[in-house]
């Protein structure tokens, strides 16, 4: 029975001393995501039917972590003073008023809590006033205890207020419960700070709960209901996140060769058969198509890849597209713009800027292009630069259908190579070249036979004289 509507609460004004910290604690990204989204997340996929952030330090910034992620959907409500957990929940109720269920409050700093321990939370609920988790932890320093007598839980002490034998007590308080309104109403008006911290506890309402007829502790597993104080702990929930996030990838189809060697932010998403080799790097708005590879060690960022693209290890990307069946690497570097077609080839030490590659282009090693526009079919040779800046401006280097481009050549932009042209290994290009024109911009060879060692011995004679000279 768990059918009664509910709101959720999630608290999120503190400061975050023990982070140390310019930036909010709740606002530093657990996989690409601000921490606080997290809990938000999960009171909407269990069912909230409005959610609320309680917002102080850096409200502004908060908020709009908030809008970027969940548009309208979330309401915030300000705790301009931070005088605790309890306060906290008291500047949410308004934003509550009128609304008849229950209440889930949540901490905005627990971003592990998966939907099902809402709904643990909520069905739970429904057998007195108040319901919360707990869970047994091997350290419990830090958190509140549960107090029992007998079964029932009769309240909890916070850490600081603990005495030497509750401190002993290793069942903790997660910090998530639910309750029915009108009694939260009434036991968060009752709330005094009267502790170590002078501070109104939230965690008193579960004391007066017992005293109204019951607080309902279930038992959830520690794991997924860390709280993050410092950033040890951020590290330790990130693992856990990453994790989490790639077995649900390799669960949907995704070969991960080592599921706790990849890192993949949680809005990245992967299709069926994609592979990831070891310590892949998937960052932001990055998108995969269905059996492209990515191999050892490549990073992308906001980037999308198409179906049978193969990235090659140590490859780089950043705000760029990587056409159907394409190439890349090992060692290439997309920087933001470049847009690959599909089947292009983009090999070693070859950086791309601002750059469209047409189907089939290859710059398979060593190169620079920047502000390109590269057709169809072109070939561009080891060793070429498109220089793009004069100093003052970028320009563009345009290269036609099927042309290429001879090693070692630089295009001076603004330049256009025309269709099916040819530019000699070696030329510095200052002029546009004709479609099917060959380009030659550098002194003619000469041989001159059994020069060299006519030359040896000279350089011979020279080198004795000089030495005899010495002595
Ligand atoms: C709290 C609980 C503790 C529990 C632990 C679980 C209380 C009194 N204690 O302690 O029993 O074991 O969480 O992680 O609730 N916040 C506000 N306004 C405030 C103070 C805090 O919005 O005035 C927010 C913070 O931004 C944070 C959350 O509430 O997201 C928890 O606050 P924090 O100070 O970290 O509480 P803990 O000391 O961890
Ligand atoms: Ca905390």
């Not at 503190?14 to 995501?33: D, I, N, W, Y």
């Not at 939260?184 to 008193?204: F, I, V």
Request: proline share 4%; charged share 25%; hydrophobic share 40%.
């Amino acid at each position: 029975m768990s059918d009664r509507p509910f709101a959720a609460l999630v608290l999120a004004a503190g400061q975050g001393t023990r982070m140390k910290s310019q930036l909010p604690k709740v606002l530093h990204e657990v996989a690409g995501r601000p921490m606080v989204c997290w809990p938000v997340q999960a009171a909407f996929d269990a069912g909230a039917e409005q959610v609320v952030v309680i917002v102080g330090h850096g409200a502004e910034a908060v908020e709009e972590a908030l809008r970027a992620d969940f548009g309208d959907r979330v309401k915030t409500a300000l705790q301009a003073e931070q005088r605790g957990t309890g306060h906290a929940a008291r500047c949410g109720m308004p934003a509550l008023e009128g609304f008849d269920g229950d209440v889930v409050i949540l901490y905005g700093d627990v971003p592990l809590i998966e939907p099902e321990a809402v709904r643990a939370l909520t069905a739970a609920r429904q057998d007195g006033p108040l319901s919360l988790l707990t869970c047994r932890a091997p350290d419990p320093t830090g958190y509140g205890r549960i107090l029992r007598d007998g079964d029932a839980v009769v309240g909890i002490r916070e850490h600081k207020d603990a005495s030497e034998a509750e401190r002993a007590i290793d069942e903790i308080n997660p910090g998530l419960y639910a309750a029915e309104i009108g009694f939260l109403r009434e036991a968060l008006d009752g709330l005094s700070d009267d502790n170590a911290q002078g501070e109104l506890y939230l965690t008193d309402v579960v004391a007066a709960a017992a005293a109204k007829g019951g607080a309902r502790g279930v038992e959830w597993p520690l794991a997924s209901l860390q709280g993050v104080n410092d950033r040890a702990q951020l590290a330790e929930v990130t693992a856990v996140m990453r994790r989490r996030i790639a077995t649900r990838h390799a669960k949907n189809g995704v070969t991960i060769r080592d599921l706790s060697r990849v890192d993949i932010d949680h809005g990245v998403t992967l299709a069926p058969d994609v592979v990831l080799e070891p310590n892949v790097v998937l960052r932001g708005d990055t998108h995969v198509g269905e059996g492209a590879r990515l191999d050892v060690g490549c990073v992308l960022t906001n980037v999308t890849v198409d179906a049978g693209a193969y990235l090659k290890p140590y490859s780089v990307a950043t705000d760029s597209k990587v056409g159907e069946g394409a190439q890349v690497g090992p060692f290439s570097h997309l920087r933001p713009g470049s847009d690959l077609g599909p089947e292009a080839h983009v090999g070693n030490f070859v950086e791309t800027k601002k750059t469209k590659l047409g189907r089939g282009a290859k710059a398979n090693h060593l190169a620079y292009l920047g502000d390109g526009i590269v057709e169809d079919r072109v070939n561009v040779g080891a060793g070429t630069i498109f220089c793009n800046y004069d100093g003052f401006q970028k320009h563009v280097t345009h290269l036609e259908e099927g042309c290429f481009i001879g090693s070692d050549s630089q295009l001076v932009a603004p330049i256009r190579v025309g269709k099916g042209a040819y530019v000699a290994t070696g030329t510095t290009v200052t002029k546009n070249v004709p479609a099917d024109a060959l380009a030659v911009g550098r002194t003619r060879q000469e041989n001159k036979e059994g020069y060299a060692s006519r030359l040896r011995a000279r350089l011979e004679a020279k080198a004795k004289a000089a030495k005899a000279a010495k002595k």
